[in-house]
């Protein structure tokens, strides 16, 4: 069992200064991740409305907040401005000075044209990483056109094996992954005399393609190579309804597993043909046929003592009550403005805490930050009554 660090350690990112220019997921979720990890981040908001993920439904039990913006934006500050203005652009780049990470995830140009782009800031900020996270990064054809996770899914072959739906935002949440890779590899280097931060380029895109690795290498090694045996196309890996229209993920790739499920289901003479492409229509017929004689249930009780990876395809009501995934430490307990929610966790055994702590309301750190960059108090009210904060 790993060694689980002790909670009057400190967190490995404590010090950090992060200035978070992001909105939506992808970007959110960097830097709450970073701030789990002990990092300080300091969000930049819109000045009148704020995240739009403020607005999404569900709420937190309380009606505090949205869940999804309470889950993204744990434990940061929030500072909300007008980023089209002369002074607002200024106190961003009053911010920058101060901090280590930079996250924007705009659509390239727009840092340039509010004037915050990377050849600039580095100019007076040069230990300052810049991390762009964008749609389809800053190079290329569609650098520039607006997309979704759904879009990207769709270009990056996620969705040819017939899926009509990027389920859970996979392509959003690959690229917040792979991002948070990229930065915590420059930021090894952040006490060192000479680091000088630099520019990270990512995009959705990158996330997505991350993921179709394993299918890529193989249709690049042999493009006219028939749809990959993992995409559903053999009756061994894929999934089947039940009686009850509920459905079971077979997994039988080892042949030991595939032998057991045949026996299991009556179709032992299937055994020798389990990567026949020529076989596989009648198999999965059979398949098909025989698990839509029992329930989801009845089939795990049957085949679920062989071990030979037949599992439920969950509702998301059962995933939160599974009891593998509770003992993995995946939900805990969040703090929310009047009481706390349960909520997805991240890396629980280095971040330690029991109860993370909550979202910040719109704007809640403004006053503070702007004491904190030299703005006087007259100043801070100047600015609030010409619309530049709020």
Known sequence: MGRVASPTQKLPLTGVRVLDLSRHLPGPYVTAAL????ATVVKIEEKDFGDPTRGIA???????????HAWLNRGKKSVALDLKSKEGVLIVKAMALKSDVLVESF?????????????????????????????????????????HD???????GLLCGGATMSPGLVADTAASLLTLVAVLAKLRDLGRPRFRGGLIDLSILDGALALMSAPLVRSLSAPDREPDELWGTHA?????????????????????????????????????????????????????????????????????PLDACLTPVQTLTEVMADPQIRARQAFLPQKTERGAFL????????????????????????????????????RILELRDIGVIQ
Not at 35 to 38: P, R, S, V
Not at 63 to 68: F, M, N
Not at 256 to 285: H, T
Request: proline share 5%.
């Open 35 to 38: 701030a789990d990890l002990g």
């Open 58 to 68: 569900p709420a937190v039990r309380d009606g505090s907040d949205s869940a999804l």
């Open 107 to 147: 659509r390239p140009g727009v840092m340039r044209r509010l004037g915050l782009d990377y050849a600039r800031l580095r100019r007076t900020a040069p230990r300052l990483l810049f991390v762009s996270l964008s749609g389809n990064g800053a190079t290329g054809p569609r650098s520039r056109r607006a997309t």
């Open 150 to 156: 759904l879009n990207v899914a769709g270009e990056t």
């Open 236 to 304: 061994c890996y894929r999934t089947y309804e039940c009686a009850d229209g509920r459905r079971v993920a077979l997994g039988a790739l080892e042949p030991q597993f595939w032998e057991a499920v045949c026996e299991g289901l009556g179709f032992k003479d299937y055994v020798r043909f389990q990567w026949s492409r020529k076989m596989q229509p009648a198999i999965s017929a059979d398949f098909e046929r025989m698990f839509r004689t029992k329930s989801r249930q009845a089939w795990l009780d049957i085949l679920g």
């Open 343 to 378: 909520s997805p966790t991240f890396l629980p055994q280095i971040t330690r805490r029991k109860v993370r702590r909550r979202a910040p309301r719109h704007g809640e750190h403004t006053r503070d930050i702007l004491l904190s960059l030299g703005y006087s108090k007259s």
